[in-house]
């Protein structure tokens, strides 16, 4: 394990990706970051605002046609090794927009899911449980 991993394995970094949601799963997300009762910083981690700094990405949305090409440019900017959450029902199956013209996912078509947290919005709780596993899948890839 390199110097760099063996500081940072207390303190992965978390970025959100919106693959075009209806925005219920990004306030459960804020939920997460801002509501002392669900404060995801008890894990040790924090989300940042840069692809470049992020070690777990949670991605809402059901991929639309219109943002797909972004979404995986910025996902392509985020460092190995990055373990990825899908977050809600849409990048898992599409949700209540499956089937739609406009829909281009689910994400795994594009992108490898290493963990899954589904509802239509999952509930803060199955939010932290969820980025608990990603931690730890993390934890072993450094
Ligand atoms: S899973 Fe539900 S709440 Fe989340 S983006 Fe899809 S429709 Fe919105």
């Known amino acids: 394990m390199s110097f760099l991993s063996k500081v940072s394995v ?15 799963c990004d306030v459960e997300l804020a939920t997460t970051a801002l ?7 008890r894990l040790g981690c924090q989300y940042c605002g840069t692809p ?10 059901p991929l639309t046609a219109r943002i797909k090409d972004k979404v995986l440019q910025v996902y392509q900017e985020i460092p190995d090794p990055k373990v ?3 977050v809600g029902i849409c990048p898992i199956s ?4 499956r089937d739609s013209y ?3 996912g689910p994400i795994d078509k594009y992108i490898d899911v290493d963990v899954n ?12 449980e969820g980025i608990a596993m990603a931690i730890e ?3 072993q890839r450094l």
């Open 102 to 104: 406009a829909i281009e």
């Open 35 to 41: 509501i002392p009762r669900y404060d995801v910083e």
């Open 84 to 86: 990825t959450i899908a």
């Open 117 to 128: 947290i589904p509802g239509c919005p999952p509930r803060p709780q199955a939010i932290l």
């Open 52 to 61: 470049k700094h992020a070690d777990i990405v949670l991605i809402t949305g």
């Open 137 to 139: 899948i993390w934890k």
């Open 10 to 24: 207390r303190s992965p970094w978390l970025y959100r990706i919106n693959a075009g949601s209806c925005n219920g």
């Open 94 to 97: 599409g949700g209540v927009f």
